[in-house]
């Protein structure tokens, strides 16, 4: 079994040195502890943007024409004759 990537770990002062990087690491999915002292004190993780919801839209729906049109029977029937 596969085992997650230990977070890597780094301390204030080079954090500070190293934001930039350090986010682009965390936006990759990588976890960064950044410690003071040996201690860990924050987490830099990626952010999991929330999926809208798809919602139908039932009034558009309704409000556009049917039009009668070819069974998917009659389609295939169709493409199946056309073929050489």
Do not use: C, H, Y
Not at 39 to 55: E, G, I, N, S, Y
Not at 74 to 84: C, K, Y
Request: charged share 30%; aromatic share 2%; hydrophobic share 35%.
């Amino acid at each position: 079994m596969l085992e997650a990537p230990r977070p890597l770990q780094i301390n204030v002062r080079a954090a500070k040195d190293n934001l930039s990087s350090l986010l682009e690491e965390a936006s990759r999915g990588n976890e960064i502890i950044i410690t003071s002292d040996g201690t860990p004190k924050a987490k830099l993780v990626p952010v999991q943007m929330k999926r809208k919801k798809f919602k139908v839209d039932w009034e558009l729906l309704r409000s556009m024409p049917v039009t009668p049109g070819p069974t998917a029977a009659e389609l295939i029937r169709e493409e199946r004759d056309g073929r050489p």
